[in-house]
């Protein structure tokens, strides 16, 4: 949870399958094919990010699920659009390098759409021996910037400050 | 006899070619108490910044493994835990890169707070980084059916050079600072077989540090 004082407001986080099954595979011309899950990791995100900017968070696993919508002010959806990354083999550059981009999406209660924002983050990790190791860290790194970046950006972008 | 000595001189000179100097310069402030009392515990941090250098990992894991153990250990905290307990504080975008503003982050409340519920007393806030700063010298390998051999010599210089300030989280001012500062030359010579002779210029700040501040604590 991070550690701010909440907003006042109510919200209902759609975390559907989409995000916690999300997976980045890739062919890296000179390397091994690669594939990183990213799913579990920004599902938890998300959830303890948002869980705590706001007064309160129901989680809902698919935007068709039945939920009493009394006291909600705000409907928030987010999908993780891009990821790319960056491990060289060879070079100076001897740093692993992650970046990932969020969409948040925001409905009101009726479902009208009211504002998207788009959330990035950026992680780096050097390179000793490991190099999966670092690409997994420089990923940790780009998912908490993103949260970083949701606590500061994110009220804003949906109106709410 | 004649070659003998001449190898032998060359060995020598190239081992006494390698080294480390160092420099250390520990501060304590006038009338700092580095007392631990029971349930506190020291948590050690080092600069982050995506944009320019951070401190390594590594470093910090070295130090509060070697505060951790030995004759005069310390209770530490866990640096992961104490990131995640005060998240998104202490993260590259939003962690303090100077003392001056680490002070400023003291004043908040929640952040004040919830550093006294981890029962953290001291904070070890460590700047600086080890780098490259120079290096020289081929080493050439053929091979043939007579068999293979590298002929040379390849040198490069380590410079680790940190700030270690103690935060005393009662008082919210520094208890005392520490700067080490190691440049190592390493070598590889070659004469049929490359031979490395690595020092470990990080190992040693790392060692540095660690020996000043276990003092710094076992002192009362």
Redesign the interface.
């Known amino acids: 949870?991070?550690?701010?004082?909440p907003l006042p407001y109510n919200v209902v986080l759609i975390i559907d399958s989409e995000l916690s099954n999300y997976e980045h595979t890739e062919s890296v011309e000179g390397q091994a094919n690669w594939s990183i899950g990213l799913g579990n990791a920004s599902n938890d995100l998300v959830t303890k990010v948002i869980g705590g900017l706001f007064n309160s968070a129901i989680i809902i696993n698919n935007q068709d699920d039945s939920i009493n919508l009394d006291g909600i002010d705000l409907i928030i959806y987010p999908k993780l659009n891009r990821f790319e990354f960056d491990a060289p083999i060879r070079g100076k550059d001897v740093f692993a390098e992650s970046w990932l981009q969020f969409i948040f999406s925001a409905f009101d209660k009726d479902g009208a759409p009211l504002n998207e924002v788009v959330i990035t983050g950026?992680?780096?990790s050097?390179i000793?021996r490991d190099r999966e190791g670092a690409v997994n860290e420089a990923s940790q790194?780009a998912l908490?910037?993103a949260?970083?970046?949701i606590?500061?950006l994110l009220p804003n972008g949906l109106d709410l400050l | 006899m004649r070659l003998k000595s001449l190898v032998l001189l060359v060995i020598l000179s190239v081992i006494a070619g390698c080294g480390i100097t160092a420099r250390v310069e520990p501060f304590m402030e006038p009338g700092s108490n580095f007392q631990l009392n029971q349930g506190e515990s020291v948590v050690i941090l080092g600069r982050k910044h995506q944009a320019s250098f951070q401190t390594e990992s590594t470093l910090i894991d070295c130090i509060a493994s070697n505060l951790a153990s030995g004759v005069n250990s310390i209770s530490i905290h866990s640096t992961k835990s104490f990131e995640d307990a005060l998240f998104p504080y202490f993260e590259p975008s939003t962690a303090p890169l100077t003392t001056v503003e680490f002070a400023i982050l003291l004043e908040n409340e929640l952040v004040f707070r919830e550093i006294e519920n981890t029962g953290v007393r001291y904070i070890v806030w460590l700047d600086g980084s080890t780098d490259r700063t120079d290096s020289g010298g081929t080493i050439s390998c053929a091979a043939g059916p007579g068999g293979a051999g590298c002929v040379g010599l390849a040198w490069w210089e380590d410079d680790a050079r940190y700030d270690a300030t103690v935060w005393d989280i009662t008082t919210q001012d520094s208890a005392g600072t520490i700067y080490v500062d190691y440049t190592g030359r390493s070598m590889i010579p070659a004469l049929i077989t490359p031979i490395p002779l690595v020092v470990r210029t990080q190992n040693a700040a790392c060692t540095g540090l660690s020996t000043q501040l276990t003092s710094f604590f076992s002192q009362y």
């Open positions: 949870m991070p550690l701010i004082t950026y992680g780096r050097e000793f790194g908490r910037d949260g970083v970046n606590v500061s």
